[in-house]
């Protein structure tokens, strides 16, 4: 037993990692075809360079909000689902992958509300395309604000049958024989206008560009058949890919996998380095380290609880060392992406919430290590796991490494200013995540204790010190980025009036603070107010929809974000309850 | 008596008290300002809230409006106010070195601000590939414009402007023998071809008879823009050149000719020469391979100062700005077909305000958290001893 109490805590977290390494490693072969092998092939699309298996793990997030689904008694992972669609697309029409929630639609398409969620496969849906069609292209008149529920969810879906539609004739027409019947009739009468439809279709292009043409000019299958008929010559990836649909098409996997070395070949000799910056992003894609981390978090903030009540000191141990895992996992799959993209950590929102979690937990870390109170873990596994699950949730929406915008295109600016602004974000969240600590703390634990008390405000007060400092420095930065680029400091835009709410908060706290306006509990209830300003910050301009920052409008979102300000505004509540709702408790109504 | 009313006021103007309900109530006012941008557009929100003294409100059963809140230009006033105050009363120790620097910091970030406000100008300038020009345009002020074509070689150029239009009566033009009178002004109006059976319009030359002109309110909508337009009466050696309509919306071109010498007559947006002129030699607008997302836009200039003996090329691009002679220069926009390049030009003497506030504030912060560091790392280390 003292044995276990020993090597529990760092055992423990040497296991996270050994499952996180585990996770990295190869899958092994579908109904002994080698699906892995060719989802590893570079394809171009979005603007970029990416393996198939990216591609089939977005569109598959898109189209069923998870990355795999069950047919015919067994799990069938992105990488063979994409496989279907490119290459049996009668049998890919039969599996269930679309979800659809709201209860319109289900009742538009002759369904019911039979559990949570509702998977349906193209050929259900089938009878009812053309209304789905009808009913979307008359919301898609309409603003995304303006839209109703259901307009939403009807377009939302009709997008997504679009998708497959697309990656269905990607490769070959549905309503054909297939790429061999195609290569066969080059220059028969129709032919043209079949390379013109896949032409359109085509959702990425996989023939990598030929000595003959531009470094960036992949071509997709349509382009490569249209040059093929004019008298060209034929793409070498044709012939190996038309040999690949139809054993894949046969179920003849020792051809299939035979077929695809031709293909790496070829690939290898037209783009040598495609392949390889492929191969470490699949690794990086199957490793998924952010949900990796986001479960080691949970399984830290866990222990921590369990420490209260049993074996603290052994179980305080284990959870600081859980955390450090998750923490390890969290920045190798950051600097993986920082790697992969060639750009600094913070592109998009989604990234956001990766780097705001990553700031939170460091920032924890360090503060567990100068107080050894418990709190820092708590709080930063909690914040770690959150913004990990939103980030999660951004990430169902497509690409997470999509191509920047012109103006966004400046690596010094993203490493600067949105860095600094993001680590900004981090330390107000996690001066909030103390300040809901402490409240909770104050109602359970009976016993007065000052000592915790001011141990926890003085973390919270030097918590928001930083975070002024960094989101000062950010606002700021980001004014001379904004002089740079639109020709004006400072423009009154809601994304700069978010980020000056958050400056403005915190410099009011520590004003109020110097003038004895506020003590412990005063610091405490506005550190929770600045989640609330954090967020709308952060989301909530989003949703306004005008400005030069709004990227998206996000519907779903609001709903969430109405609920954690109800949830922040209850926990301020909580904490500013007067001392008579706490101290007495042990003795209940005496 | 009243000394001691100064000296209350100045410790009221100065005191920390103040500044917490200065910041809350710049808060208040960046919330409102921000979705106020929903109904009102940037422009229309931010002069409501943020370059006003006060916000107005319009009740239903008053005639006129009431100040319901301060404007942020109240607001910063004032904590510009007890900004100073209180950095001059920051105790000039080395220990309080960071707080010095934060706080001149912020002064100086505050002045820049002020000095946007009142003193930039904001134009732009729009060449098509291959073209030569040399002038800046307003985004929204007009001009009446009376250009002299008689010599082919050159174009002699007289500009009434929008203000000076709205007071109407009688401008005499000077250089020339004309002058010209304003009958009726429209800071923004709609124009329709005149349907048969209305009301004939006060236009007796040009296309201004066939056209029917409607007054609008003022728009402050980002991306719409006010139409404005007026009848005038060219005037000159006694006689009447007859009532012309004026207006930006109008393209065909309309003159008159006296005493052998032709004029021009348009509304336009109002122009600034300048001594330099740009040609556009390329447009760029790149996208990534295979999509339409937009990677870069460039624009590539020939720059011709006479004055200064210069012609050199410049390439503009996203966030590489060309700052010449006090403008700079930004990649804004483009169009027909890209083959024309819009060139956001903006003048504003403060634009290194800012540069030198985050510096001052940066510096200051890191002093101070260095000088806090320190003193509880000796005082850890006091208690150890102890």
New interface residues.
């Given amino acids: 037993m003292k044995l276990l109490e020993k090597y529990l805590p760092w055992g423990s977290a040497i296991l996270a990692l050994l499952i996180a390494l585990f996770m990295a490693l190869p899958t092994g072969k579908a109904r002994g075809f080698d699906v892995g092998g060719f989802a590893n092939l570079p394809i171009l699309e979005g603007g970029r360079v990416k393996p198939l298996d990216s591609l089939a793990r977005n569109s598959l997030l898109v189209i069923h909000s998870r990355q795999g689904f069950r047919f015919e008694g067994r799990t069938i992972g992105p990488d063979e689902w994409i496989l279907d669609v490119l290459f049996r697309p009668a049998v890919a029409d039969q599996q269930p992958i679309f979800v659809i929630d709201d209860t319109e639609v289900l009742g538009l398409i002759g369904a019911q509300q039979k559990q949570a969620r509702n998977y349906f496969s193209l050929a259900d849906m089938a009878p009812h395309l053309e209304e789905i069609e009808k009913q979307a292209s008359l919301a898609q008149g309409k603003k995304p604000q303006a839209r109703s529920r259901f307009e939403s969810a009807i377009v939302n879906l009709f997008d997504r049958i679009y998708l497959y539609y697309k990656l269905r004739n990607t490769l070959q027409l549905t309503e054909t024989p297939g790429l061999a019947w195609e290569i066969q009739s080059l220059g028969t009468p129709e032919a043209t206008t079949r390379h013109q439809a896949l032409m359109e279709r085509a959702h990425f292009r996989m023939l990598p560009p030929t000595a003959a043409m531009g470094p960036d000019s992949w071509q997709s299958v349509g382009q490569a058949l249209a040059a093929g008929n004019t008298g060209g010559p034929l793409h070498p990836g044709l012939i190996p890919l038309a040999k690949l649909s139809a054993a894949y098409g046969a179920g003849n996997a020792e051809a299939f996998n035979k077929t695809l070395g031709e293909l790496d070949v070829v690939v290898n000799q037209l783009k040598p380095e495609a392949l390889g910056h492929a191969t470490k992003e699949t690794v990086f894609n199957r490793a998924q380290p952010f949900f990796i981390g986001l479960s080691i978090y949970f399984v830290a903030f866990l222990a921590l609880c369990f420490s209260w009540i049993y074996k603290p000191e052994t179980l305080r141990k284990t959870a600081y060392a859980l955390l450090s895992a998750g923490a390890i996992v969290h920045t190798l799959g950051l600097a993986a992406r920082i790697i992969l993209q060639g750009r600094p950590p913070v592109t998009n929102l989604y990234s956001s919430a990766v780097f705001v979690g990553w700031g939170a937990v460091i920032l924890g870390l360090i503060t567990e290590r100068m107080y050894r109170k418990g709190f820092g873990t708590a709080v930063a596994a909690a914040a770690g796991f959150a913004s990990l699950l939103v980030a999660q949730n951004l990430g169902t929406e497509g690409d997470t490494m999509e191509m920047m915008r012109a103006v966004l295109d400046s690596n010094f600016w993203l490493a600067t200013h949105v860095v600094t602004i993001t680590i900004g974000y981090s330390g107000t969240f996690l001066a909030g995540a103390i300040a809901i600590a402490y409240a909770l703390r104050k109602h359970i634990v009976a016993v007065v204790d000052p000592e915790t008390d001011k141990a926890l405000t003085d973390m919270t007060y030097g918590i928001i010190c930083f975070a002024l400092f960094f989101s000062f420095i950010g606002t700021v930065l980001g004014g001379i980025w904004a002089d740079q680029s639109w020709g004006r400091f400072w423009g009154w835009d809601p994304k700069e009036n978010g980020a000056l709410l958050i400056v403005l908060w915190n410099a009011i706290i520590l004003h109020a603070r110097m003038v004895g306006l506020i003590r412990e509990r005063g610091i405490m209830v506005m550190a929770i107010f600045g989640n609330i300003i954090t967020a709308c910050s952060w989301f909530g301009v989003n949703m306004l929809g005008v400005g030069l920052h709004s990227y998206g409008f996000m519907d779903q979102a609001f709903y969430a974000l109405t609920g954690f300000i109800a949830s922040q505004v209850v926990l301020m509540g909580i904490c500013y309850a007067p001392a008579k709702f706490w101290q007495e408790k042990p003795h209940g109504k005496a | 008596m009243i000394k001691t009313y100064a000296l209350q006021t100045w410790k009221f103007l100065k005191s920390?008290?103040l500044?917490?309900v200065l910041?809350?109530l710049?808060?208040a006012l960046?919330?409102m300002?921000?979705?106020a941008?929903?109904d009102l557009?940037?422009v229309g929100?931010?002069n409501a809230y943020?370059r006003s003294f006060f916000v107005w409100h319009q009740f239903s059963f008053l005639t006129f409006p009431v100040p319901t809140f301060p404007g942020a230009a109240l607001v910063g006033l004032f904590l510009t106010i007890n900004l100073v105050g209180k950095t001059l009363e920051i105790k000039r120790t080395w220990s309080k070195a960071g707080m010095w620097l934060v706080h001149s910091g912020l002064v100086i970030?505050f002045a820049?601000?002020f000095v946007?406000g009142m003193m930039?100008v904001?134009t732009n300038m729009t060449i098509e590939v291959g073209q030569t020009v040399n002038y800046v345009q307003s985004y929204k002020n007009a001009e009446l414009a009376l250009i002299d074509v008689t010599d082919p070689t050159w174009d002699e150029i007289y500009s009434v402007p929008d203000s000076l239009l709205a007071k109407g009566g009688t401008i005499a033009i000077p250089g020339t023998p004309l002058s010209v009178k304003v009958k009726q002004y429209f800071p923004n109006a709609e124009l329709s071809n005149l349907q048969p059976g209305a009301p004939a319009s006060q236009a007796t030359a040009g296309v201004g008879p066939s056209v029917a002109v409607v007054e609008k309110p003022l728009t402050s909508v980002d991306n719409e823009m006010n139409q404005v337009s007026a009848f005038v009466e060219p005037l000159a050696g006694g006689r009447s050149y007859g009532t012309w309509l004026a207006s930006v919306a109008l393209g065909a071109p309309q003159s008159f000719t006296h005493e052998g010498r032709t004029y021009v007559l348009s509304m336009r947006l109002r122009r600034q020469y300048l001594p330099y002129a740009f040609t556009l030699k390329q447009f760029r607008h790149d996208?990534?391979?295979?999509?339409d997302?937009?990677?870069?836009?460039s624009s590539l200039v020939q720059v011709m100062n006479p004055s200064r003996n210069e012609s050199r090329e410049v390439l503009i691009y996203?966030?590489?700005?060309l700052r010449y002679e006090g403008k700079?220069f930004?990649q804004?926009s483009f169009g027909k077909n890209d083959t024309l390049s819009v060139l956001?030009?903006?003048e504003?003497p403060g634009?290194l305000l800012?540069?030198v506030?985050?510096v001052l504030?940066?510096l200051g912060?890191l002093v101070h958290?260095a000088i806090v560091l320190r003193r509880s790392l000796k005082r850890r280390q006091d208690q150890k001893e102890a």
Avoid: H, R
């Avoid at chain 2, 997302?293 to 836009?297: V, Y």
């Fill in positions: 920390l008290q500044t917490i910041l809350a710049l808060m960046v919330v300002c921000t979705l941008q929903v557009g940037t929100a931010v943020m970030l820049g601000e946007a930039q904001d996208v990534y391979p295979g999509t997302i937009p990677k870069n836009f996203m966030n590489q700005p700079t930004y804004a956001s030009v903006v504003n634009w800012p540069y506030s985050c504030v940066s912060l958290f």
